[in-house]
């Protein structure tokens, strides 16, 4: 845990407000997107705001200008407490229900459409699993949107899909409507971004470095972890028809291993394996990085990389996605290979950045994949074209909806209206907390474990 610099400041200085950025995800050395994300949210803010950054799950670093802690429930509640506003991610608010209370203003950072990502990741349960999973994450979500002062989402594209969301729960209505007819006040774009800093490679990370690619070897990577929702399968095979004809061809996935110990291997992860075993490809063509490249040394991979890639399914999930391993390409300057139908798909036509393939095309993939790697000139322009992008997705550029916000955070203009189907929650919660005060309630306690018990060994 480090103290802020600025918690000292002169007591004749006005006083900024303060900010408390929260993630359920593991903040160290090793991170995901959400820890990521929310690392460069409190680093932006930190220029104008008081901020504290905490993990509900496990922080293993430090910074300079704000203090970095875990946070369990009693530290969250002080940590709450010391704020002007909360900024939040994922399951926080579900897991700390005490935050939807209306004296914090609540910031929900609802970039990754989860209700989406689990109609994927929930394949292998069984049906009446995977619906409660389902509705369970949706309802988080729901929570989350009919109680938040200001949310962020991650594209424009998304934006629709939310604001659907948003009418249907009641949050678009006449007293957020007056407040702001475009309620970009209430909900706004807030992308995943690149550091404001030119990535610097320290030392090589691939090329040299790793048994099997040599330092002049043209290396496709794939830069981050392998989810169901993905394809590398479709990608292994095209890297296996073009390494017949370049054999300097090599294909590096970054990571395997989730540095949050609570996402366990997919099934996705282990068909890749599989795939490049059978091909021939493991460790000769294709390679796997087991862990998971610290946050601080990725430039060091990246800058051995010639191209970044990103393949996946047509499905809903990657209609609403924003590939989060995109931005790191930009950031090192990488011409990108792309499946269509996602969000940068049509960025990287529009701006020219690289190629956008059908998905589960095999020959557009491999032609695609040449193309860039194997012209010079096409892959000088590329890398010019990416330079010049890259400049508008800096984190200070894409986060100034939420900078604005955090200058005088507010509660929104229809806080405590409830909708329809929040009376009705709460009108349920009441009966129920009468029932079970009642004196019938507890005469016939034994009753139900009885049945209860009969239930379960099929008596």
């Not at 509705?135 to 594209?157: G, H, M, P, W, Y």
Request: charged share 25%; proline share 5%.
């Amino acid at each position: 845990m480090t103290e802020p610099k600025s918690e000292n400041a002169a007591s004749n200085q006005e006083p900024r407000p303060r900010i408390l950025v929260c993630t359920p995800d593991s903040l160290g050395a090793q991170m995901a997107g959400p820890a990521i994300r929310a690392l460069e949210i409190a680093k932006v803010l930190a220029q104008q705001n008081e901020v504290r950054l905490v993990s509900t799950q496990q922080a293993d670093l430090s910074h300079p200008d704000f203090e970095v802690a875990f946070a369990d429930d009693t530290s969250l509640r002080d940590h709450a407490e010391w704020s002007d506003a909360v900024v939040f991610q994922g399951h926080v608010m579900a897991s700390h229900p005490w935050l939807a209370d209306e004296q914090y203003v609540l910031v929900a950072d609802i970039y990754d459409p989860m209700h989406l990502e689990v109609l994927e990741q929930t394949r292998y349960l069984t049906d009446e699993d995977r619906q409660h999973v389902s509705q369970l994450t949706t309802e988080v979500l729901n929570a989350q949107i009919e109680r938040a002062d200001f949310l962020l989402c991650a594209s424009e594209k998304q934006r629709d899909f939310w604001l659907g969301q948003m009418a249907a729960l009641g949050r678009i209505n006449p007293l957020s409507y007056d407040a702001d007819n475009t309620l970009r006040s209430l909900l706004a774009v807030a992308p995943f971004g690149i550091g404001d800093q030119t990535p610097v490679q320290r030392r090589h990370g691939i090329k040299g470095a790793v048994e099997g690619i040599a330092p002049t070897d043209k290396v496709v990577i794939w830069g981050g972890g392998i989810y169901n929702w993905f394809d590398p399968i479709t990608l292994i095979r095209a890297v296996h028809q073009l390494s017949e004809r370049h054999p300097d061809l090599r294909l590096f996935f970054l990571g395997v291993a989730h540095p949050n110990p609570n996402v366990p291997e997919m099934e996705m992860s282990v068909n890749a394996r599989r795939v490049a075993v059978e091909l021939d490809l493991l460790d000769r063509v294709v390679f796997f990085n087991e862990g998971w490249v610290p946050y601080d040394e990725r430039a060091d991979y990246l800058l051995d990389a010639d191209l970044g890639v990103s393949t996946h399914f047509d499905h809903l999930e990657t209609a609403f996605s924003f590939r989060t391993r995109i931005l790191d390409y930009l950031w090192a300057g990488l011409p990108i290979v792309s499946t269509d139908h996602d969000t940068f798909a049509t960025i990287v036509l529009s701006e020219q950045l690289g190629r956008v393939v059908p998905p589960e095309d095999v020959d557009a993939l491999s032609t695609a994949l040449e193309e860039c790697l194997y012209s010079e000139m096409e892959t000088a322009r590329l890398r010019e074209n990416v330079r010049r992008y890259a400049e508008r997705m800096r984190w200070s550029n894409v986060l100034q909806p939420l900078v604005q916000f955090c200058s005088a955070p507010k509660p929104a203009a229809d806080r405590g209206v409830r909708s329809v189907r929040a009376e009705q929650r709460n009108a349920m919660r009441i009966r129920i907390e009468s029932l079970e005060q009642s004196t019938s309630w507890r005469i016939t306690r034994p009753l139900r474990w009885v049945a209860r018990r009969r239930s379960r060994t099929g008596a």
